[in-house]
Structures are given as C-alpha cells and as structure tokens.
C-alpha cells in the first residue's frame, strides 16, 4: 500500500516517531519531534508526518519541562499549523482529520472536534490511536457511556499500549467502576512501571482505599518531574489520612500536582483554588481535565458540593459546553433553563 513517500528513510523516522509518541514521556516526546522534524526535511510533502508532528506538540505540555515547553515557542500555533498542513497535502488522511479533531478540541470547539473525528474514524475505523483521543473527547463532554464503547473496544484491538490503558480508566474512574479502573492500570504498570500518569492514578486509587502504607512505598519509586518532592508528598499522605489540619505552602504545591487528593480529603474549596491557579497558558488543557471531574457521578456527595458552587458552572460555560449538548442531548444530572441558562445538579 502506499505509504505517502517514495523514501523508505523518510517512512522509517515517522514510524519512530509515531512509537515515542506512544510512549509518551518529556524525553520521547522531544525525541518524536525531532523524528518528525527530520523526516520532513527530507520529504516536507510526506503529510503523516506533518500529522505525528501535530499530535506530538498537543499532548507535550503534559510531559515537558517549562523550559522545553518555552524552547519550542508556540506550541498550540504549531500544532494547529501542523494538522493543516497534513490535511492541505492529503485531505483524506485519517491522522491528519484526527490531528485536526484534537487541534479543535483544545479549542472547545466540540461539534467540529466531534465532526473532524468521526471523518477520521470513517478513514481508519480500527485506528486505536484516534480511538484514545476519541474517548477523551467523550468523556470531557459528559458522553461517558459512549466513552466506556470506545474504550473497550480499543482495548480489544490493542491491550499492550499503557497510554490507551489510560484513557480506558479515566473512563472508570469517572463510573465509578473501580474494579475495572484497577484492572487497567495493573496492566498499564504491568508493561510501562514508571510511566507517571498511571502512577498518578495507581497512587490517588492508594489513597482512596485507604491503604496508606502502600501509597508511602509508592511515592519512593516516583519522580515527580520536578513539580514537587518525595518529602513532601509523603507529608501530603499523611495530610490525606487524616485532613484535619489545613496545608502549608510546601503541601499546596504537593497537592496541586495532583488536585484530586484535595477531591478524596473532601476538601472541595481546596480543590478550586488549585484548580483555578493552574498554569493560565495551559487553561484550556486545565479545563479539561476538570469538565471530566466535574461530570463524574461516582459520589453523589462530590458531585452536589461540587455543583453547588458557581465555579463548576463557570466552566462548564467557559468551556462551551452547553451549546454542544444543545445540540447533542443534555447529559444526566444536567438541564437547560431557557435559552441561555443551564443547571447540573
């Protein structure tokens, strides 16, 4: 089949590119980029390539330093820039619509997020890399059942990516289902032991269970990629099993690498001061992830206090979202009141 190149180095670098980006990571990220970058030099018509270049500067800010995220200048420009160029050299291409989709999506602009890919899934219906960004999709506009459909079958089609087993149980996590959560980061860990955000998740599932021992012997395998240290996150785990008193400053930069643990200490204005003190640069990123911790209806307890203050409903807006569900069907627990009001309760 045809590869889009006449150059069997130009197809290789991409291929090594698109398995870096796989693994995630600030070091294989950077490393995808520059595969990219150099597979493009050679052949700058090859549009996969343009596409892996797309989809590797919208997921970095994730994984990269400061530094490296400056380095790279604008990062969602690029990104933007990338996915149009892929489709611009081949419009049928279902990495470049699916790069589109995610370049839309870090836009909130959802229905043609939601357009770009299910054009990019009519392209490539088994494609399990558009089924990841797809699933989150799903689950940051409250589709989560649809969310759960995608993520298994991906999982079927794909079981050995860790970054795949990621989005399936961020998908449980928002159900509730924790069994199901657990069995997808043991076999995450399984493959990828260090690859921090299912450590992340494995250490807040610790906390949540109360097995506190257990979540002290993981913080001594993690590297917090500089956000915070071992020292204090181990303070912050003490603070989780018994949250009486309120957290210094040290703790507060701790807990505001993962915000959640406010959410598990039930302590819910905490979790929006941090929420809302997050990197502006990267508020659309943040935002995202707070649209899926805000739709989960796991504790009805977490979701009445969170709902109750005017700050969920502000970014529910900020986000655009009820325009989208005017569209596509409110999701439970959420109504509109007229034409321009809406209420999640």
């Excluded at 700050?311 to 807006?317: C, G």
């Excluded at 069907?329 to 009141?337: I, N, Q, S, V, Y």
Aim: hydrophobic share 45%; aromatic share 10%.
């Amino acid at each position: 089949a045809s590869t889009g190149t006449t150059d069997p180095e130009v197809y290789d670098l991409f291929l090594q590119g698109r398995a870096l980006h796989r693994q995630r990571g600030s070091r294989n990220l950077m490393d995808a980029l520059d595969l990219f970058e150099r597979a493009l030099v050679i052949d700058p018509n090859f549009a996969p390539a343009w596409a892996g270049l797309s989809h590797s500067l919208n997921v970095i800010t994730a994984y990269a330093s400061v530094e490296e995220i400056e380095a790279l200048g604008d990062v969602d420009g690029r990104s933007l820039q990338a996915a149009e160029k892929a489709l611009e050299l081949d419009p049928t291409l279902a990495t470049a619509l699916h790069a589109m989709a995610n370049n839309q999506l870090a836009r909130f602009n959802w229905a043609e997020a939601q357009d770009y890919y299910e054009q990019a899934l009519a392209q490539d219906p088994e494609s399990t890399d558009i089924m990841e960004d797809y699933g989150h999709f799903l689950l940051y506009s409250w589709q989560t059942e649809k969310a759960r459909l995608v993520a298994d079958q991906m999982i079927k089609l794909d079981p050995f990516v860790p970054i795949f087993r990621f989005m399936a149980l961020r998908v449980y996590e928002t159900l509730g289902e924790n069994e199901a959560q657990d069995s997808h980061i043991a076999a995450a860990l399984a493959i990828h032991p260090v690859l921090f955000s299912i450590q992340n998740r494995h250490l807040l599932r610790l906390v949540e269970e109360g097995d506190f021992a257990a979540a002290h012997s993981l913080v001594d395998q993690m590297d917090f990629q500089g956000w915070t240290t071992v020292e204090n996150m181990h303070r912050v785990i003490d603070w989780a099993s018994d949250p009486a008193k309120r957290p210094d400053d040290e703790m507060l930069t701790a807990i505001a690498y993962l915000p959640q643990l406010a959410l598990l200490a039930g302590e819910y204005e905490l979790w929006f001061e941090i929420v809302e003190s997050k990197d502006e640069e990267r508020r659309w990123e943040n935002i995202l992830v707070t649209l899926s911790l805000l739709s989960s209806t796991a504790n009805d307890q977490q979701f009445r206090a969170l709902h109750a203050d005017p700050r969920a409903k502000q970014m529910i807006s900020e986000a655009s979202l009820p325009e989208y569900w005017r569209t596509v069907g409110w999701p439970p627990r959420c109504r509109p009141l007229g034409a321009e009001d809406f209420v999640c309760e």
